[in-house]
């Protein structure tokens, strides 16, 4: 659509890059594993993200076009490709979050904006702007029990959920896309803040922070 | 803490997600110009205050952030119903009283109400 | 082994080992399983504290949260303290150190107990009020020592060491106490599959049973207890929470927890694997229905003297020697309104003590238990009660006498039993107070003598919170509050199968609260209602006679069920001596509102981990470890941590505040600096109706800002007052990015949201937060452009790349958007990079800057050149009640756009229209070395007698390196028709400074400097 700026905010050469923890994780450090550990952090950063607005239909086949992967069905759901790499998640009636492998995004953007054509929608780069924390072992419930109201228990959030909410004195998107692992998109300033707290809370399960 | 029910997100979410945004159901005089100083004076500054059924607009700030409305009691703080912009509420302070005869025959426990003398908040 | 009281067996106490610990400097020992009171009245401590108002001994009373007296303040160490522990609540411990709260200089010799005495009969309730009123400036040190000598206990005065946390909570059904109710309701619920938490204050669960004369299945009480904890311990979804008070009941089943999790064990928490334990624990839980099972407390009977130390509620005396083997005295007599007030007689003749007489307030007393003890060979007095104590450090003897209840008074000859104990028992109190946290207002039940709770959405009462309480019915009670709930849930309900109970035969209580007297009860000894308040049936009574009919009143009067107290023991007694005062009857009278919280909770354990650096999030921009090594001094804007100014050293003295932004300033206004700006809002805002939005919500035109352009804005609420402002960028035809001020990046797009959901649903646009996407880095000063030159493929002509407009590009090699906008007046580039990149960009500015003396320049030194140029912030120089007009910026008001934008009608309202109102201006002192007061109020005439009318306020106001003056903005009362006019700003310290009032613009009024 060209009555809209599309920036491709991504350089061309070699420039150094610094992910919203590189500050924190110097000056707070990354503890390893030890026997006890119960819990494992890891922060996964340089993901493309786009923020979509629109109609859920024309959105929908957009994306099944350009990804072959659809809109979750219900409000937050969370869709991932078989690889889980590239992932959709339900953040309002006319707004989903889709993360897909860093430098993907500019290109997928040009492909949506095409096949949306003069469809009302908009698409918002937001990569520089938040970033993934994984969380990991049998405490992660605990951890986030002591972080967030929201009820993370399995029966109420089960795999393919995703939700914003209030973490700590912060927000969060947290979001379940595996058994396993629990997913944090954190804003980048709030980024510190949200790892401080994590080693915190996490310190009773010796929390391992992978680098 | 209220436990309120988004619309939009289909399940209750602590209150701390949300925004209260004051009385619900207030329109923006159609033609400003042509509105007299009185009827402006009311649209920006007054506001109900009942003691009873009250229609309020909050907005899910911390989650989907849209806007909605809660039909809430401002004695008891039950929240008796949500709905989405542009709906109406289907219990108002008008029918409210049928709404609790109702309410109270299906569970007759409830019905038992005695009698309450009312108090100061300290 | 010395403690006199400790019964030979008996108890869950372990006697097989010693704990030492201290009460008022005194040591003494203890077993494990005793609590401090219990191991106090097992060494024969009769008096715990002096009481708060009158200073009278007083000893235990209760044996669980309902204790007045045995409060006392904890801890060995200073870091250690905390005030308003319960004895009767805290498990002992080795080495426990406590003290009590009251009493100087100490509880045994206590001078203050002389006022109590003396001014005893003068000390009515509002003593304190009506005595020292006069004069009125005097009651500020009046209340220091009236305070100190009633005492409260202490805070710490050093940090405290230990930590807390905080758990947030789910479940399907909580259960509130863990006796046979609460254990039965568990049970039930869980074994449907529900997710269960049982919470139990004490340090065992099991409740009354813990102590109880009945059997379960033809077994102790207790083994069903651990049966029933094992099955539930098995149960994949509950939670056990012992030693957790439920201490809040909030709006829609939200109840706060207080779990403590070690001050069972400790002064400090213990070391476990080198890790210090949580204290304490606030659990917040949403639960989807509450079982309230919280029992019920047993009512004393209000008798003359009746806080005498060796008086105890019945049922406390059952307990200290069933649970504890601690029979707290030799001799008792026993005053009672019902049956089970009996069990106190029954034990103390088991446990081998002697029982004087039992004084029964009804006529023919029947009841099994009633025979138990007339076979026993125990005395009954029929038709009795205890009208008074005799003693002063310990009850010496009990004079009883025949009442008559309906006609409240003395009946026959007073007979005086020696004794050292008097068990009274009034009947019982269901623990309602949970319930009333709600705001549900408690119904009066006849049948039990007592207030039961009112239905509350979500929560089911079982056994004695509700006046169930003999043992069969409550199991039962108890079960089906279980599968109610559960079923509420959406669960099967379970099968349950009723233990066997013996029912006893009961016969019926009579209604007793306060005991008549000889005397009238204005002039007969102090009966005390709340001990822990000092509130006697005098002082009811008095409130009644002085006109304080309303029970919330009478309350707040007397002070009666105040405080950490909330009425437990209290309450009821007062609401029936009010009501007999007033010819009322209890329900007629009411209740007062139960608060949270139940009982104290640590501040710790309140504030969990939100404390030290975790207290409030701090939010850094992506260039903020290059401040923290540069050596800024960071001030708070929101919660961002933004650079304020860069003081360097300079021959080994720091630079003060006032020289590092004298430097910035000249710097950005000779050469070049850099500010970190990536704290503004921005919006991203895409849709064919954007402009159309644009033009609605910001007061000037946007029809016509052409893709590459930028400009400022103003933003009003619809009152016609500005709340914020910013630039915003046509990036293409439907497609702008908007700028916010710092802190009002959420609220602007709260704002656009309201407007667009709300009232301008048809118009088609979205409103996407982009803020922590961009970092954004001004570059700004004569110099800007030679520096960006070096750095960037923009065409940075002034013809092709002017003032207000943007252009995209590579800077240090990163795709950017720079926009040339100044907020200091001079030339400037906002640079705009994704955040992840711009440490890069920021690094190659500063490699390729020294030669041009680029200088890193903070928000103080940003605040003057803003200032300087007259040029607002939003919230400082505006508060909500400032027009567009006020601000003198009527080049960005479009009267003549075509929709009636926000706040275009406010602006001719009357009122907005009024030319005296407070308008922007700046301000000169006339001694330029002066820096205003920010806050300072204006005056016309420094002479006029206070008060003196007050006609503005200075908004901002600094020093110009520049001006080489102080100047400030202000707003004056008509300002814009007073240029040139001399105001005063008088002083606290009595100066007064003169200022000429002046253009808000104090440079390049023309914008020559920004436009080269």
Known sequence: MSNAQQFDTRPQGEIPVESPLAYSMQRSGTPKAKAGTKVTMRERPFLGQLTLRGGAIVLDEALREVLGLGLPGEPLGLVQDKAGERSIQWMSPDEWLLIVPGGEEFDVERRLREALGDAHFAISNVGGGQTVLELEGEAANEVLKKSVAYDVHPRHFPVGKGVTTVFAKATVILRRPSEERWELVVRRSFADYTYRWLLDAGEEFDIAVEN | MFYILCPYCGEHREEEEFHPKGQAHIARPEDPENTSDDEWGDYLFFRDNPRGVHHELWVHAVGCRKFFNITRHTVTYEILEVYKMGEQPSIT?????????????????????????QGVRA | MSQPNRLKTGGRVDRSRQLTFTFNGQRYQGHPGDTLASALLANGVDIVNRSFKYSRPRGIVAAGAAEPNGIVQLGSTEAGQVPNVRATQQALYEGLTARSTNGWPNVQRDLMGLIGKLGGQFMPPGFYYKTFMAPASMWLTYEKYIRKAAGLGRSPNENDLDIYDHRHQHCDVLVVGAGPAGLSAALAAGRAGARVMLVDEQEEMGGSLLSSRENIDDAPATSWVEKTLKELSELEHVTLLPRTTANGYHDHNFVTLHERCTEHLSDLAPSVNGRRQVRARLHRVRAGQVVLASGAHERPLVYGNNDVPGSMVAGAVSTYIRRYGVAPGNRLVLSTSNDDGYRAALDWAEAGREVVAIADARQNPDGELVEQARSKGIRIIAGSAVIEARGEKRVSAAKVAKIDIAGFKVAGPVEELACDTIASSGGFSPVVHLASHTGSRPTWNEDILGFVPSPVKGMTPAGGAHGVYALGKVLEDGVAAGNAASEACG????????????????????ALYQVPHLKATLRGPKQFVDMQNDVTSAAIEL???????????????????????????????GMAIAARCLGRTIPEVGTTVFRPNYTPVSFGAIVGRHCGELFDPERYTAMHQ?????GAEFEDVGQWKRPWYFPRKVNGKTETMHEAVSRECSAVREKVGILDASTLGKIDIQGPDAREFLGRVYTNKWAKLAPGRVRYGLMCKDDGMVFDDGTTSCLAENHFLMTTSTGGAATVLEWLEIWHQTEWPELDVYFNSVTDHWATMTVTGPEARKLMSELTDIDLDKDSFKFMDWREGNVAGVPARVFRISFTGELAYEINVQANYAMHVWKKLFAHGDKYGLTPYGTETMHVLRAEKGFIIAGQDTDGSVTPEDLGMHWAIGYDKPNSWIGKRALTRPDTKRTDR??????????????????????????????MPMVGQVNSSYYSPTLESGFALAVVKGGHQKMGDTVYLPMADGKVHEAEIVSPIFLDPKGERQNV
């Open chain 2, 93 to 117: 302070a008008e029918n409210y009283a049928a709404h609790q005869a109702a309410a109270s025959a299906d569970n007759e426990r409830n019905a038992s109400q005695g009698k309450h003398q």
């Open chain 3, 491 to 510: 669960f099967s309900a379970a099968s349950v199968s009723q233990p066997n109970v013996k029912n006893l035969r009961e016969g019926a209580a009579v």
């Open chain 3, 543 to 573: 409130a009644t006679r002085e006109g304080f009919e309303s029970i919330e009143h009478v309350k707040r009067y007397t002070a009666l069920g105040f405080g950490t107290d909330q009425g437990k023991l209290g309450n009821i007694n």
């Open chain 3, 626 to 630: 290059w401040h923290v090594e540069n």
């Open chain 3, 918 to 947: 407070k308008q922007m201006v700046g301000l000169k002192p006339k001694d330029p070395k002066v820096v205003l007061e920010e806050g300072a109020q204006i005056v016309l005439d420094p002479n006029h007698p206070i008060p």
